[in-house]
């Protein structure tokens, strides 16, 4: 049989019952825009969570209170019960490190901040003029404070722009110069931050900064710190870096075993490689979740083709008693089921990227539709069209000539 009477054949075997091809087509539709929409979904989970990370600054170590052991605690306090880390431990990884290219000491809170009748809850962070450069935050409006503020305790802050939007109005001019209270105390604002994005605890939009001397003395009312942000001079000597801060801190609060530490330490590139295998192991169960109506799709098609074999089994008896092999008879059946799929893919290609744009549009959920994640959902496609068309087929091409003319 030629290829173009095969398609002729396979064109004029769809039309002939235009709303169970169309149905079977919408099966493989579903299904492969629903994995091409999840995966989206999942990708864009991690893309977010990764920028997140990544907007916290690069080459990143963040040095942090562990829990309270030793003497008089019989049971672990908990991750972060330990206020042992200070200014003086900052400036030593910064004065006897060579790795360590800028250290930032910072000391958080959440505070009501107060202006003109209006008011916000959100995180002030305590820390030096460095933290810029640590953490890549730019100022768009006035300017971030200097160590004379830090020096003199000077009641200033710098806003994030959301924290300015909430207390202003959004994107509001003129707010450097203005007066905001925080727990009682005038700061006088000098500066608003550049947009960095984020939602919800991770936006880092949502922040203010004072000097940390002023958040010790007005705010904390402790000379302990939160955090400590640690700078490497280059990814490579991230791990060395993070080990030589380990035995400089285990040495100035003098403890000899490493499991007994009041500190603990974060890496920024393993924070990612952990935060990128979870959501891979979101974007896995939402694709498998969404690759079962795609099994519902083939087994559709084999219902329909085994349908169509038992309606055509005197044309199939006539064709073979006019010369038609059973290869002729089976590529005829394996093209009709892979037409059906192939139509499935285009359209459900289309209808995965629509749905994945529609969550990003209207659910504010981030989404990104990758190509390699579009060729697999075509794969896919083109696999269930000859799997679950090869039966139906088969069954087709061995059917007896005499039988099949004889068949009512």
Request: without cysteine; positive net charge.
């Amino acid at each position: 049989m030629k290829t173009i009477d095969l398609f002729e054949e396979t064109y004029s075997a769809l039309m002939a019952n235009k709303a169970r091809s169309g149905l079977t087509i919408l099966g493989i539709v579903i299904g492969i825009g629903s994995v091409i929409a999840m995966v989206a979904i999942g990708q864009g989970a991690k893309d977010s969570v990764t920028s997140s990370i990544q907007s916290l600054g690069s080459n990143l170590i963040m040095v942090m209170p562990g829990s309270q052991n030793g003497p008089g605690f019989q049971v672990s306090q908990g991750q972060g019960s330990a206020k042992t880390l200070t200014i003086a431990d900052a400036e030593s990884i910064g004065s006897q490190l060579s790795s360590a290219k800028a250290v930032a000491p910072l000391i958080s809170g959440r505070y009501q901040i107060t202006a003109k009748g209006t008011n916000t809850n959100t995180s002030i962070i305590g820390t030096k003029p460095v933290y810029t450069s640590v953490s890549n935050l730019e100022v768009a409006e006035g300017n971030f404070f200097n160590d004379q503020h830090n020096k003199s305790l000077a009641k200033v802050v710098v806003l994030g722009p959301t924290v300015r939007d909430d207390l202003f109005g959004v994107s509001a001019t003129g707010v450097v110069g203005q007066t905001v209270r925080i727990k009682g105390v005038d700061f006088k604002v000098v500066g608003i931050t550049k947009s960095k994005g984020g939602t919800g605890f991770n936006n880092q939009d949502d922040q203010a900064f004072v000097p940390i001397a002023t958040a010790q003395q007005f705010l904390a009312g402790s000379d302990k710190l939160s955090q400590i942000s640690v700078q490497a001079t280059s990814q490579e000597v991230m791990t060395g870096l993070q080990a030589q801060i380990t035995a400089l801190l285990l040495s100035r609060h003098n403890i000899k075993d490493e499991t007994s530490a009041d500190f603990r330490i974060m890496n920024q590139a393993d924070i990612i490689s952990t935060a990128s295998s979870i959501t891979n192991i979101l974007t896995i169960l939402l694709g498998s979740v969404a690759a079962i109506s795609l099994v519902v799709g083939g087994i559709g098609i084999m219902n329909m083709m085994l349908t169509t074999v038992t309606e055509r089994t005197r044309e199939i008896g006539l064709r073979k008693a006019i010369g038609a092999k059973r290869h002729d008879i089976n590529m005829q059946f394996l093209v009709e089921a892979s037409m059906l799929t192939f139509f499935g893919g285009v359209f459900g290609i289309i209808f995965g990227y629509l749905a994945a744009w529609g969550v990003e549009k209207f659910a504010n959920i981030a989404t990104n539709v990758s190509f390699s994640s579009i060729l697999l959902a075509f794969g896919v496609s083109a696999a269930i069209g000859i799997i679950f068309g090869y039966y139906p087929a088969r069954r087709a091409a061995r059917l007896n000539p005499i039988d099949a003319l004889r068949y009512e």
